[in-house]
């Protein structure tokens, strides 16, 4: 079974842009989950999406979006990129974690640089 | 809201057990730990979970005391390829009514030759 893929792996952009990641889940997983992970910060919840709906959202402002598709496919966008938006932003998906901590297969990432 | 801590880092020769320990002091009733190790540039992958007692795979063990307000991850003989940094994951239940998954800082095993 292939794993949970994220595209593209590395992006440069500049302060102002907007950028937008995507990530497919493993085939059967219906919620797909986004991390941001920085060198200071660690690894932090950014929302989770399940059946296309936003379920669980992390403390982050506005300008970090996202959405699922019907095939469960995610997409996450930050607009008006600023230099601290510059991480790792990881995907994973699971089956449904619901209130109890699931299992959650994360993909390699996107390393997102911010000049 | 329910937080982890974890040391910062560890070192251990080859072929010794390592015991990483996690505290969680505001767990909630129904949720589960879970430890995750990290390789540079690459995603978190699971290792082990548990909701009280000992748990053991071909990986691992992970023993949580009866109050669950800590839980100890145990790698046995470790190898220069344990090198990781291994997070302690519990659902995490904010005041504002959403529920999220929180990551601890993460413990940073550095195995010596």
């Known amino acids: 079974k292939a794993g949970v893929t994220q595209t593209p792996r590395y992006l440069i952009k500049t302060r102002g842009q907007q950028v937008t990641l995507s990530c497919s889940p493993i085939s059967g997983h219906r919620s797909v989950s986004w991390y941001q992970q920085t060198p200071g910060q660690g690894l932090q919840f950014l929302f989770e999406?399940?059946?296309?709906?936003?379920?669980n959202k992390g403390n982050f402002p506005g300008r970090f979006s996202g959405r699922q598709f019907s095939n469960s496919r995610s997409e996450m966008n930050v607009s008006t990129l600023e230099l601290g938006d510059s991480a790792l932003y990881l995907c994973?998906?699971?089956?449904?974690?619901?209130?109890?901590?699931?299992?959650?297969?994360f993909g390699p990432g996107t390393r997102l640089t911010v000049l | 809201l329910a937080k982890t801590t974890q040391p910062i880092s560890m070192d251990s020769y080859e072929g010794q057990e390592v015991n990483i320990t996690c505290s969680h002091n505001?767990?909630?009733?129904?949720?589960?730990i879970t430890w995750y190790q990290q390789f540079p540039s690459q995603g978190p992958r699971f290792i082990i979970q548990g909701y009280k007692t000992k748990v053991t795979n071909e990986v691992a063990s992970l023993f949580i005391p009866a109050d669950r307000k800590s839980s100890t991850l145990s790698l046995p003989r470790v190898s220069l390829s344990d090198t990781a940094v291994y997070y302690c994951?519990?659902?995490?239940?904010?005041?504002?009514?959403?529920?999220?998954?929180?990551f601890g800082k993460g413990t940073k095993l550095s195995v010596i030759p």
């Open positions: 994951l519990v659902g995490d239940f904010s005041g504002a009514g959403s529920y999220q998954l929180t």
């Open positions: 505001n767990i909630a009733t129904n949720d589960y």
């Open positions: 994973a998906s699971s089956l449904d974690p619901g209130r109890t901590t699931d299992t959650q297969y």
């Open positions: 999406y399940f059946s296309e709906t936003q379920r």
